[in-house]
């Protein structure tokens, strides 16, 4: 019974490539979830997606950032033209409701440094 | 917008004692708090839930409460272990879903 899947666990990019963070939910989760935890700071929200649909991105930054959680296949956090400032390490979260007793489920994270 | 207080200091108790974390927050009362554990290079796992209409909820070694007079949530463990070190995450939430606002987290050590 796997959980969280992401992938890579740590990804290098220089500044300005672009980075791609993988997250295959529990299996029959629906619900996904990105956080983001930078150094000394508590995990922020970014993104909630449902198949094939962005229900939240209020958390996202407007420009480089976009999520994606296709009908097949796992979600996608894609940040384009990667800046110092984008080091972190980034969390998938994944429920299979959104009611109040649902539990979600993290990931292990991928370690983005940017060089 | 919510904000949520941990004590940044680590907590170092001895084993068998009983550990206090401590989680306030700022403006109004949310719906929920949750309380996560997450080790070195791992995601949060979560804990415990316990709702405004709530004052107390209890899970093995775990209780927690939520006091919306003080604003304040408390987390015990119990006859702590030194397998019990780990950073202490609190999360408030007030929407159906699973956008929750996390504090920096608090750093238990239990020494044997």
């Known amino acids: 019974n796997a959980g969280v899947m992401q992938n890579p666990r740590h990804l290098v990019r220089r500044r300005g490539q672009e980075a791609r963070l993988r997250c295959s939910p529990v299996?029959?989760?629906?619900?996904v979830y990105w956080y983001r935890q930078l150094p000394e700071e508590g995990l922020k929200f970014m993104v909630y997606?449902?198949?094939?649909?962005?229900?939240?991105e209020s958390g996202m930054p407007k420009e480089r950032f976009s999520a994606e959680f296709p009908k097949e296949g796992p979600s996608i956090l894609r940040i384009q033209q990667v800046v110092r400032g984008d080091s972190a390490a980034y969390f998938c979260?994944?429920?299979?409701?959104?009611?109040?007793?649902?539990?979600?489920?993290f990931g292990q994270g991928t370690r983005l440094t940017v060089v | 917008s919510q904000k949520i207080e941990q004590n940044s200091e680590a907590l170092n108790i001895q084993e068998g004692k009983t550990a206090t974390l401590t989680c306030n927050y700022t403006?109004?009362?949310?719906?929920?708090l949750q309380w996560y554990r997450q080790d070195p290079g791992r995601g949060p796992v979560f804990l415990l839930l316990?709702?405004?209409?709530?004052k107390e909820k209890r899970k093995e070694r775990l209780k927690v409460t939520f006091d919306t007079t003080l604003k304040q949530s408390l987390f015990h463990i119990t006859a702590s272990q030194p397998a019990d070190s780990a950073t202490y995450l609190c999360?408030?939430?007030?929407?159906?879903?699973?956008?929750?606002?996390f504090g920096t987290g608090t750093k238990l050590q239990v020494i044997p």
């Open positions: 999360a408030s939430r007030s929407g159906g879903y699973q956008k929750v606002t």
């Open positions: 997606l449902q198949k094939e649909n962005i229900i939240d």
């Open positions: 299996k029959g989760h629906s619900h």
């Open positions: 316990i709702r405004e209409n709530e």
């Open positions: 979260a994944s429920s299979q409701r959104q009611d109040q007793d649902t539990e979600a489920f």
């Open positions: 403006n109004y009362s949310p719906a929920y």
